[in-house]
């Protein structure tokens, strides 16, 4: 039924656009700020909590330092910069893996988990989709034992934390699955039981249903997510509703649910970029103008997060459907100072720009810090 003319983010038919990414899925950050700001506050963090001088067994339970690697691996990816992000992400896991043999501190294992899924997640990025299942393997052995990076130990030693590897790795499979038009068949039964009634795999099971065009079923499980939720969340699957309608044509009806959500994100707090993210999903459903209400608030929003990337975003759709000087200079501003790859590259496209070098004396100098302390 579905032709598939955007394999990444959707199936379409005509009218019908199913997007496949969980728009219910909470977000890991509180925002894609500009990578020269982002490496200053991650400076601070490193200078002030000295990690180079706390001794093993504080450096165990010290969080803060997983905090910060994960933020810098994020950037570099981000910036275009994989393989030095791979490379920072695999010399944590051995530095980590190190600590323990030492001193035999489980707490050590634990901080390998969230480099070892961010490594995952960074081999779907590069498309090594072999990578990304070997991890897989690795961290979902069922004979009791799990591989960390050289490691390989009984699965007792985390206990606490098997649940979180197996439910945020079947999650990225799922996100993968999602992409394929019957990808939900090869994976729906291994899903852990605690996840089975969550958000985002029933938003996973209405877009199955929805590609499919199944749409009875589909609307059987949004109308029991939306009496259970309210807010955002309620209005995620209102939204999964107007898919439906549309790619039943019933257009009338779709335009009121859009208008409808519109109406709400009026009054909506947008004070997480799951809220923001998905506003700005709804002005490009709804061809808001950059002067709308809702677009104007969104704007603000992005602008006091100092959310470089998703201000980007919204601004670049605006130029290409509301053609207007105003957001034109705006896009030039963020190309001044922005280290993001996509950004840099998109409006040097559309604008027709050579290169520009951009300051990144704070980025180089938390990029000192990190390799110096973890010897790379």
Not at 154 to 181: C, G, P, Q, T
Not at 253 to 260: L, Q
Not at 292 to 309: C, F, I
């Amino acid at each position: 039924m579905f032709d598939v003319k955007d394999k990444k983010n959707s199936y379409m038919d005509d009218e019908c656009q199913v997007n496949v990414k969980l728009i219910s899925q909470s977000r890991d950050l509180i925002a894609y700020y500009n990578i020269e700001a982002w490496s200053k506050r991650l400076y601070d963090v490193f200078e002030k909590s000295m990690f180079s001088k706390i001794n093993p067994k504080k450096l165990s339970i010290n969080s803060e330092i997983e905090v910060l690697v994960n933020n810098y691996t994020f950037m570099l990816s981000f910036k275009g910069e994989h393989v030095l992000s791979r490379k920072m992400l695999e010399t944590v896991i051995d530095f980590w893996v190190a600590r323990y043999l030492e001193t035999k501190n489980n707490d050590f294992l634990i901080k390998v988990l969230q480099p070892t899924v961010n490594l995952a997640r960074l081999h779907v990025l590069n498309n090594n989709y072999d990578e990304f299942y070997r991890i897989v393997e690795e961290l979902n052995n069922d004979n009791g034992f799990i591989t960390l990076g050289a490691i390989t130990i009984n699965d007792y030693m985390i206990a606490d934390h098997i649940s979180f590897i197996k439910n945020v790795m079947f999650l990225e499979r799922l996100k993968i699955n999602l992409k394929k038009k019957n990808g939900m068949l090869t994976i729906d039964s291994e899903c852990p039981p605690e996840m089975l009634k969550s958000i985002f795999y029933r938003e996973s099971q209405i877009i199955f249903f929805l590609v499919f065009g199944h749409y009875q079923q589909a609307e059987s499980i949004i109308r029991g997510v939306m009496y259970r939720t309210s807010g955002v969340e309620q209005n995620i699957f209102y939204y999964r509703l107007y898919e439906s309608y549309m790619c039943q044509g019933k257009y009338e009806n779709a335009k009121e649910i859009i208008n409808d959500i519109v109406d709400d994100l009026l009054y909506e707090s947008l004070d997480n970029l799951k809220v923001l993210m998905f506003s700005s999903l709804i002005i490009k459903t709804a061809r808001l103008p950059p002067s709308a209400k809702l677009s104007v608030l969104v704007l603000e929003k992005y602008q006091l997060l100092g959310d470089e990337m998703n201000y980007f975003d919204l601004l670049m759709w605006f130029y290409k459907n509301f053609e207007t000087d105003e957001v034109k200079y705006k896009l030039y501003e963020i190309y001044k100072i922005s280290h993001y790859d996509i950004v840099r590259r998109t409006i040097a496209f559309n604008f027709d720009l050579n290169g520009l070098e951009v300051d990144s004396t704070w980025s180089d100098i938390l990029t000192s810090k990190l390799n110096s302390f973890f010897m790379i």
